[in-house]
């Protein structure tokens, strides 16, 4: 638990090599999770991908791909069933954005090929997610690349640090206590 019986809580996050992202909430105490998952896939998923290649009868070409899985689904009244992939570069199959089902073309299955020797550029077994919760309700998550981190701040300031008031917005400033301890000591030392 964090940040109990204050009214603050920032959480500075980052998840692989990606900028600081930082969340803030009144809804205190906090708990904070960074957890790594392994990305669920199919039988058929190499985290160092391969290519496929097949006839699409709905574009009527052939198409070529490097994944890192895919997927078949039917599609209503017509013959071919679609095939689903999930790309390089995404973390899931291909999905519509408004129902999240599977989308793609339609394959005929007699023409699917795999090619070992296509990879994708970065390897890709697992996710890292947090998760923040207030009262056992989760009240933020992100996920990224791994590794994930994470640093909470209660209150204004943070740890380590003293409020004091000042002109300028937001009203107060947050000073380093060593810095201001050590200032404080060369004072009483020269008196």
Same mark, same amino acid.
């Given at each position: 638990?964090?940040?109990?019986?204050?009214?603050?809580?920032?959480?500075?996050?980052?998840?692989?090599?990606? /900028?600081?992202?930082?969340?803030?909430?009144?809804?205190?105490?906090?708990?904070?999770?960074?957890?790594?998952?392994?990305? /669920?896939?199919?039988?058929?998923?190499?985290?160092?991908?391969?290519?496929?290649?097949?006839?699409?009868?709905?574009?009527?070409?052939?198409?070529?791909?490097?994944?890192? @899985?895919?997927?078949?689904?039917?599609? =209503?009244?017509?013959?071919?069933?679609?095939?689903?992939?999930?790309?390089? @570069?995404?973390? @899931?199959?291909?999905?519509?954005?408004?129902?999240?089902?599977?989308?793609?073309?339609?394959?005929?299955?007699?023409?699917?090929?795999?090619?070992?020797?296509?990879?994708?550029?970065?390897?890709?077994?697992?996710?890292?997610?947090? =998760?923040?919760?207030?009262?056992?309700?989760?009240?933020?998550?992100?996920?990224? @690349?791994?590794?994930?981190?994470?640093?909470?701040?209660?209150?204004?300031?943070? =740890?380590?640090?003293?409020?004091?008031?000042?002109?300028?917005?937001?009203?107060?400033?947050?000073?380093?206590?060593?810095?201001?301890?050590?200032?404080?000591?060369?004072?009483?030392?020269? /008196?």
């Amino acid at each position: 638990m964090y940040c109990s019986g204050h009214n603050k809580a920032i959480v500075t996050y980052k998840l692989g090599s990606t /900028a600081k992202q930082v969340y803030e909430t009144d809804k205190t105490p906090i708990e904070v999770t960074a957890y790594q998952k392994r990305v /669920a896939a199919t039988n058929s998923f190499k985290n160092e991908g391969f290519g496929i290649n097949f006839y699409s009868p709905n574009n009527r070409n052939w198409v070529t791909w490097i994944v890192h @899985d895919y997927a078949f689904y039917p599609i =209503e009244n017509y013959a071919y069933p679609a095939i689903s992939p999930w790309f390089c @570069d995404r973390f @899931d199959f291909n999905r519509n954005s408004s129902t999240k089902e599977l989308s793609g073309p339609s394959i005929a299955l007699d023409t699917l090929t795999i090619l070992p020797d296509l990879k994708c550029p970065n390897p890709l077994t697992s996710r890292c997610y947090i =998760e923040i919760k207030h009262k056992g309700l989760i009240i933020f998550q992100d996920q990224g @690349d791994c590794p994930a981190t994470f640093t909470v701040q209660c209150g204004d300031c943070p =740890e380590d640090t003293i409020r004091c008031k000042c002109k300028e917005y937001p009203g107060y400033c947050c000073l380093p206590c060593k810095d201001v301890a050590g200032k404080i000591n060369n004072i009483v030392v020269r /008196a």
